[in-house]
């Protein structure tokens, strides 16, 4: 097994060059953390509302579906659109036009996260997440319900 | 020494089954796992014992039935559970504060807690590409993040762990990454458990009141874990000397670093949501921050620790533990890594020729990670003379590599094979949006190369699985090669919607053919939207006589007859008394397709069944009216039966009809009869001509049961006739029918027909090619071999290193 009897290089020559190296290890590393911390901040941004996506840049916008509105989805003419009306943080309802096909459960959704830009009047979102209601507590009221 | 070890040994299993006690005793504050549902629920359904047969439940999700998601969750658990063996002796390391005689006995149980995490993490993956549709092995979801980051900690512990038991340095990062990857382990629990990741996950887990406790079980284990280690700090002695440039230590070292840094990026982002759960404390209303685009984010940082770790774990093995000798073999490694640099540029180069590397990162990467496979092989070819079981490290290391151009080919050059001119063009720069193609039934598509066809569908319980052909062509478009793939969507146990779809891939060695279904006409996915459809559907009702023409939008529609005789397809599945079809001959206006279709109608005792006909390519949808039926077939009751009577063998004419008793059978069948004890039955075989010659037999019963004469009667549909066998006079051998005919006074038939009716025959499909994807599978899994194999190596060989 390896052993730790080096001690005739305790007095080696080298160790202040080797004390170097490990700081410059450690400077390189700090360095690379900070680079990276800085350009990674730049792929962060804030969940906004329609009004902060007006400029066109590309944005996440959390909202709920505004049930009142149409929901169109005619695969037979394009599979790659689905249309609906999201209603945003602020109360701004808006068409998105999602560049998938409609999601399974979409009504059923509690809340949705459209990542896309804002196309004249619309937001062209190409992702989507949505939140739907457990299944479990769902199962739990129907079980009350019968009683 | 060695009993030392051995005590220390016993000492940590007893740590260890603290520290599980501690676990479970949290644990069981929040939740006990014995308490049964009907204790927790006060319903007086939970009152039976028994309730659970009294439930239908809808059934685990089907994405969820895989034998993947069964044997997944308990090896992945397994791996996590393990990681508090390597913590555990770290702990008793530093509580005895003897930082060497754990080091040998807890590295066989690291390299196995690493090896089955990992398995268990790729497992994970591999469910995700075979089951779920999402068409991929790895989305940087925050719950695959927190799984893979322990792992990597623990790599970089099994590294330091090396360096350490080796030479005696590195034992504070040691400590350091054996106790953060159990912490870790602890902070992934928390992460998928608490609910806090909820808006950025695919993964939807719901809070369950277990978060402080998650919360104190990893903050007492931090606590303990780093203030024994910032305690013992100054008394982890190490060899003074540095480690030499020319050490192995010393590469391995900035391979554990380069691990943890990739480590803590990948926390840092994933734990977004944490953060900004905390700043919402300190500053209520606090607007959270996310990440934009979760997978480049990811893959930006991380590639470049594929290369480091590549590069590095290729050339570390050469060197040795202290010091290398540089001067002997100087010359020896530089003419080797000048050929493997060579050899590994010209592989690059044919890479660039079988996948899209697109830009100069990808091919460093593509470098690094051939060089990393051949360094590696050589190593293990021309170093250890071919022993597999000293060169568990290169394997891993070269599987490693292997990885890498594995997910450059399948990752970075997954391609639609379905693609679709409707994409906002210039709208995004992603090609793959448009990978969602529609595929009508019957209709072959050109898409990239192939012909997809979509050629049928088959139901059986729960499950449609759909047939679809790819053919690949070459440049003169022949078909070059033939596949057939059954992608499935799988109904809710109601059977009211579509509960999932699920994908199939075809293997091949050098690419996966991937598809997966993910929509279906609205009609086919959702009961209460066929529902919806069905009843926007305007029907108009239109009259014809035999040989009109009626013209509609689309096409147009001849009645050319009716039939008795239906060959409906969905008629002919039943069972039916009578029924009639109405034949039509339908001229498109714009094509030359000519389209002969029946619809129908059936009679099943009192029950009547409607056959509509659609031409989904005209979007039309007939049925007969349904008051149609009196028009043919009078009910039995408003029938004016009259008497003939036949001598044995005998004949007899009825209104233009010939009737000749040709036969008797004493043990008639019927689906209407069912012997019984003391049943007199017969059956006369009646043959019937009408004055054009036209030949018709029927079969009437007539019977006796318990005294009481019955009679079953038989159906000519052609003619209208009903024929039943009324009595028997024994005396004279006379045979008395009753025999009445339909009233069918029709000049004209009413037809309803729907115009624009939505279509059913198709289905949204996406279809990818990976590429190359076995070599991420095949890298991967050379990697867990490499683990287990060193772990084998120091549990029954006593180690062995090369020299």
């Known amino acids: ?147 | 020494m060695c009993t030392i070890a051995a005590v220390e040994a016993i000492l940590v299993t007893m740590i260890l089954g603290i520290h599980f006690e501690i676990g479970e005793k949290v644990i069981k504050i929040g939740s006990n796992p014995t308490l049964l549902l009907r204790h927790v629920n006060d319903a007086p359904i939970f009152a039976n014992a028994d309730y659970l047969s009294l439930i239908k439940g809808r059934g685990l999700n089907p994405l969820l039935q895989n034998y993947w998601m069964t044997i997944h969750p308990p090896t992945l658990f397994l791996g996590f559970a393990s990681t508090v063996v390597p913590f555990a002796y770290a702990i008793a390391g530093l509580w005895y504060n003897d930082h060497k005689a754990w080091l040998r006995p807890a590295m066989g149980w690291s390299l196995f807690s690493a090896g089955i995490l990992g398995t268990g993490i790729l497992m994970g993956s591999f469910w995700a590409y075979e089951a779920l549709s999402f068409g991929g092995y790895w989305a940087w979801d925050p719950v695959e993040n927190a799984s893979l980051v322990p792992w990597i900690t623990l790599v970089a512990g099994i590294h330091t762990h090396l360096i350490a038991q080796n030479t005696g340095y590195a034992k504070k990062s040691l400590y350091f990454f054996y106790l953060i990857s159990f912490i870790l382990i602890l902070y992934s629990t928390f992460l998928t458990r608490s609910g806090v990741l909820g808006d950025t996950s695919a993964h939807a887990f719901t809070e369950m009141g277990l978060e402080w406790q998650l919360v104190f079980l990893m903050a007492f284990f931090t606590f303990m874990g780093f203030g024994l280690w910032a305690y013992r700090f100054r008394s982890m002695d190490h060899p003074e000397k540095e480690e030499s440039l020319y050490s192995r230590e010393f590469w391995m070292f900035i391979g554990a670093l380069v691990l943890m840094f990739s480590a803590v990026l990948i926390t840092a982002s994933t734990s977004l949501p944490v953060f900004n759960k905390i700043m919402d404390w300190f500053s209520p209303g606090y607007i959270g921050k996310v990440i934009q685009d979760p997978i480049p984010h990811y893959n930006k940082y991380q590639m470049w620790i594929g290369v480091f770790v590549a590069i590095l774990s290729s050339k570390s093995l050469f060197l040795r533990y202290r010091n290398t000798d540089l001067q002997s073999i100087q010359k020896k490694l530089l003419k080797k890594f000048s050929i493997y640099t060579l050899v590994s540029l010209i592989l690059t180069w044919f890479c660039s020729k079988w996948i899209e590397l697109y830009s100069w990162q990808y091919y460093i990467l593509c470098f690094s990670g051939l060089f990393a496979m051949i360094a590696n092989t050589d190593y293990i070819i021309s170093y250890l003379k071919g022993s597999l079981k000293a060169g568990a490290s290169a394997i891993a290391h070269a599987g490693f590599g292997m990885m890498l151009v594995g997910i450059l080919a399948s990752g970075l050059n997954k391609t639609p094979i379905s693609s679709n001119p409707f994409v906002f063009q210039g709208m995004f720069t992603k090609e793959d949006l448009a990978r969602y193609v529609q595929l009508i039934r019957g209709k072959p598509l050109y898409s990239k190369g192939y012909f997809i066809t979509y050629e049928g569908d088959t139901l059986v319980d729960r499950t449609r699985t759909y047939t679809i052909k790819f053919q690949k062509l070459n440049d003169s478009m022949e078909v070059i090669d033939e596949m057939t793939l059954h992608p499935n969507a799988v109904y809710s146990n109601d059977f009211t919607k579509v509960a999932a779809f699920n994908p199939d891939t075809r293997h091949y060695l050098d690419k996966d053919i991937f598809t997966c279904v993910v929509g279906l006409p609205p009609a086919l996915q959702n009961i209460e939207e066929a529902k919806a459809i069905e009843d926007s559907l305007k029907f108009n009702t239109y009259t014809f006589q035999k040989g009109d023409t009626v013209a509609l939008a689309k096409a147009k529609l001849i009645f050319e007859g009716v039939s008795y005789t239906p060959r409906h397809d969905e008629y002919l599945k039943n069972t039916h008394d009578s029924g009639i079809a109405f034949r039509l001959k339908v001229i498109p206006n714009d094509a030359d397709t000519i389209y002969h279709i029946e619809t129908a109608l059936g009679i099943d005792g009192a029950l009547l069944y409607k056959y509509p006909e659609s031409i989904e390519d005209l979007g039309l949808r007939i049925q007969p009216d349904e008051n149609l039926i009196r028009d043919f077939f009078t009910p039995d009751d408003q029938l004016e039966y009259e008497d003939i009577t036949i001598k044995n063998f005998g004949s007899t004419t009825w209104q233009g009809y010939t009737f000749k008793l040709t036969g008797f059978n004493k043990d008639p069948e019927h689906k209407n009869y069912k012997n019984e004890e003391n049943d007199i039955a017969i059956a006369a075989e009646l043959s019937i001509s009408d004055s054009e010659g036209h030949q018709f037999t029927v079969k009437p019963i007539y019977i006796i049961r318990e005294n009481i004469p019955m009679s079953i009667k038989d159906y000519v549909a052609e003619e209208g006739l009903h024929i039943r066998f009324s009595n028997i006079d024994p005396g004279t051998e006379t045979f008395t029918f009753k025999v009445a005919k339909d009233k069918r006074s029709f000049d004209t038939i009413k037809l309803a027909i729907a115009e624009d009716v939505p279509r059913t025959d198709y289905l949204i499909l996406e279809a990818s090619v990976f590429p190359g994807i076995n070599l991420f599978w095949g890298g991967s899994i050379l990697m867990m071999i490499g683990l287990f194999l060193a772990m084998w190596v120091r549990w029954y060989t006593g180690g062995v290193r090369p020299k």
């Open chain 1, 1 to 147: 097994m390896g052993g730790i009897e080096n001690h005739k290089y305790a007095f080696d020559s080298n160790i202040k060059t080797m004390l170097n190296k490990n700081t410059i290890i450690a400077l390189l590393l700090i360095t690379a953390g900070i680079v990276v911390f800085i350009t990674a901040s730049r792929d962060v941004s804030t969940y906004s509302t329609f009004a902060d996506a007006a400029g066109g840049e590309r944005t996440k916008i959390v909202g709920t579906l505004a049930k009142n509105k149409p929901m169109t989805y005619d695969p037979e003419n394009d599979p790659n659109t689905f249309r609906f009306f999201m209603t945003d943080s602020k109360g701004t309802e808006k068409e998105v036009i999602l560049q998938k096909p409609k999601p399974q459960d979409f009504e059923l959704s509690e809340q949705i996260v459209v990542t896309g830009k804002m196309q004249n009047e619309s937001f062209v979102a190409d992702e989507i997440l949505m939140k739907c209601p457990s299944k479990y507590k769902d199962e739990e009221i129907a079980i009350k319900e019968q009683q």
